[in-house]
């Protein structure tokens, strides 16, 4: 059964700061890995998909990267900002159809 | 539509009263699921559907808990009997194709369901 792990659960960082937020997965027979941002009381945002085959993404100020066989991802976050605070959570997609979520990384950033 | 769309946004209901949850994808995703969010937690799997029929129903964590989606599109979650229990946030999400290649999973805003 595949089991994914955020490490920490809570951030507290400075604004202007870079900083990584990691992820491990038991299983590393995965066909994709999504990153995904959730603000108090609201939904999923996607913010970057990396397929198996892959070993990084970036999206402006993220990149997220991944190596599938030591079951590790981290989301590097570039000059943080206010807005970025929020729970990033991590989701693994294995050999059946589901997702399977971490428990999140709760983010704040200090103005 | 632009985005997962669920109704009603938030819904309370008293203990042992049946509800029904409605989940409208992006147009043209065959692929869609419904997860169960606690407080503090991540996402659970409850149930997957690819077109018309579930696919993997494996998350549902009782007989009190039914999914449809009779013409492959809009999708409704019904919850029978409901217990304080049931309290969470349920989460849709649809995809493109089961594989979620290559634009990966969209969420909808989740409906934050209360029993008291």
């Known amino acids: 059964k595949q089991e994914v792990t955020q490490i920490p659960a809570a951030l507290s960082v400075p604004e202007g700061e870079n900083l990584v937020l990691n992820c491990s997965f038991t299983d590393s027979a995965i066909y994709n890995l999504q990153w995904f941002r959730q603000d108090p009381g609201k939904g999923l945002t996607s913010l970057l998909l990396i397929q198996s085959s892959q070993r990084e993404q970036t999206s402006g100020r993220l990149n997220a990267s991944l190596d599938k066989s030591s079951g590790r991802s981290t989301l590097y976050i570039a000059a943080s900002q206010p807005g970025d605070s929020a729970t990033y959570l991590c989701a693994v997609k294995g050999g059946n159809e589901k997702l399977t979520f971490g428990t999140g990384t709760r983010l704040t950033i200090i103005p | 539509g632009a985005g997962v769309s669920q109704t009603p946004s938030n819904k309370v209901t008293e203990k042992g009263k049946y509800v029904e949850l409605r989940c409208d994808p992006i147009s043209g995703h065959t692929a869609l699921y419904w997860y169960r969010q606690s407080l503090g937690q991540g996402p659970e799997f409850l149930i997957y559907f690819q077109g018309t029929g579930a696919a993997d129903d494996s998350g549902l964590p009782n007989d009190r808990f039914f999914a449809v989606r009779p013409e492959g599109s809009v999708s409704t979650l019904k919850i029978q009997r409901t217990e304080r229990g049931d309290s969470a946030v349920y989460l849709c999400?649809?995809?493109?194709?089961?594989?979620?290649?290559?634009?990966?999973?969209?969420f909808g805003s989740g409906t934050r369901l209360t029993v008291v």
């Open positions: 999400a649809s995809s493109l194709n089961p594989t979620g290649f290559p634009y990966g999973y969209t």
